[in-house]
């Protein structure tokens, strides 16, 4: 039977089917030919171009092992080098490039097995750095063309240049700093000395400049506000004597009477409240923690009766977004949720809900903050400040409007 023409459906069509990579177990290497299917490897086989080079590699089997390895292996460092350069690289994915050529040569040819032999060779030889991990082995090409050497090279010593120009400034400023020292004498170093008091009846005087600070009136209120300042620190223990003293010396007879109207003001003041006990310091701190424990935020904020969003994609599409109503908290973080939609039954956390909020003029419940558990009536939404204006509707602090709440600390009443 005559061959098909080369128009013709036949040939198209065998054309067609020969483009593209075939399966590995029907080609042979020695002949270079790809079959398609297992009977026409078979034919190719029997065939007497086939057992000639059967008889060819016989006669010098491992010439022929060397020259396909040789192959295999220039061929595929060319890839590696033109495809990846120098980075690392996993060694199938560099393998799996190389197949998809056609015409390239196979590995059941060559003098290796298995991929990870020809990497483990590629590591001895010295044409790639290889390393073992979990994911397979990894190969990063070294460059040894003479050119790249030489542009390394000369990279390198472009940059000593420049270290040598930075280190030749550096000394350069150094010498001029030192011949400008030269010609001055030495600076003494200042002496830090302990202040210490020599004699422990010496009064205390400070010389100010009062005479200098404007008129008289303006004297007398910094004078004044001075000696209040140092008879309050002073206090009621010290001794008379020295605060008769420093006021004399110091601020003059003026300053002193200003000192004991202040005096005066103040034991007026306290006389109606002698049988009050002055608060300490311990006391004052103990009303400031207690102050800022009422406007501290709590780490729990679900309460029941509230409207809320389940935010968890864990559960699925069917629950995800959807509005529920809390029926019962358990523990402080766990909430008992009813949905509103398919009106299923839900133990969600805390972290896995977040609060509705509701059109203006619904209400709501404060769930944390200074008004947590107050009921309250939403008024307006602040969306730069992503805050709310509520008025509040129970407790002592009832028909209060209060700004700026944050969407987290209020949610719609169920």
């Not at 120009?165 to 302990?194: C, H, L, M, N, W």
């Not at 400070?206 to 000696?227: C, E, H, M, W």
């Not at 529920?324 to 039954?345: L, N, P």
């Not at 209400?363 to 509520?390: M, P, W």
Request: some cysteine.
């Amino acid at each position: 039977m005559g061959k098909a023409d080369f128009l013709s459906p036949k040939a198209i069509g065998n054309r067609i089917k020969a483009k593209g990579l075939q399966k590995l177990r029907w080609y042979c290497q020695m002949c270079q030919k790809q079959c398609r299917d297992e009977n026409g490897f078979k034919c190719h086989c029997m065939s007497e171009s086939h057992q000639r080079q059967l008889l060819l590699a016989s006669e010098n089997p491992n010439q022929f092992m060397s020259y396909f390895s040789e192959e295999f292996k220039s061929d595929f460092l060319e890839l590696l080098r033109r495809r990846f350069g120098t980075k690392r690289v996993h060694n199938n994915i560099v393998y799996n490039e190389y197949i998809s050529h056609r015409e390239h040569v196979h590995m059941n040819s060559t003098q290796w097995e298995t991929l990870t032999d020809f990497t483990k060779w590629l590591g001895r030889e010295g044409y790639c750095k290889v390393d073992e991990t979990p994911k397979g082995w990894y190969i990063q090409y070294i460059d040894r063309d003479p050119e790249t050497i030489r542009r390394q090279e000369e990279l390198e010593r472009k940059k000593k240049q420049d270290m040598d120009d930075e280190e030749r400034s550096a000394k350069f400023i150094e010498e001029q700093v030192r011949r400008g020292r030269e010609g001055k004498e030495p600076e003494e170093e200042p002496v830090y000395t302990e202040l210490k008091r020599a004699n422990e009846d010496e009064k205390v005087a400070f010389n100010l400049d009062i005479a200098s600070a404007g008129p008289s009136k303006t004297r007398y209120n910094q004078s004044k506000s001075l000696i209040k300042h140092y008879f309050y620190s002073l206090g009621e223990g010290c001794n008379n004597n020295y605060v008769f003293n420093f006021y004399s010396t110091t601020l003059g007879p003026s300053a002193l009477k200003a000192a004991a109207s202040a005096k005066r003001k103040e034991s007026s003041h306290s006389g109606d409240s002698k049988d009050k006990k002055k608060k300490s310091a311990l006391d004052e701190i103990m009303e400031m923690e207690e102050q800022k424990k009422k406007s501290v935020r709590s780490d729990n904020w679900i309460q029941a009766n509230i409207v809320v969003k389940v935010i968890t994609k864990k559960l699925g599409e069917k629950y995800y977004k959807k509005k529920a109503i809390i029926r019962e908290v358990q523990d402080k973080y766990t909430a008992v949720v009813k949905m509103i939609d398919s009106g299923d039954k839900l133990k969600l956390d805390q972290s896995h809900l977040e609060t509705v909020i509701p059109a203006p003029g619904k209400r709501v419940l404060i769930v944390n903050g200074q008004y947590k558990d107050t009921e309250a009536i939403l008024e307006g939404i602040n969306e730069h400040k992503f805050s709310a204006t509520l008025t509040l509707d129970s407790g002592r602090m009832k028909g209060k409007t209060v700004e700026g709440v944050a969407y987290e600390d209020f949610s719609k009443l169920a």
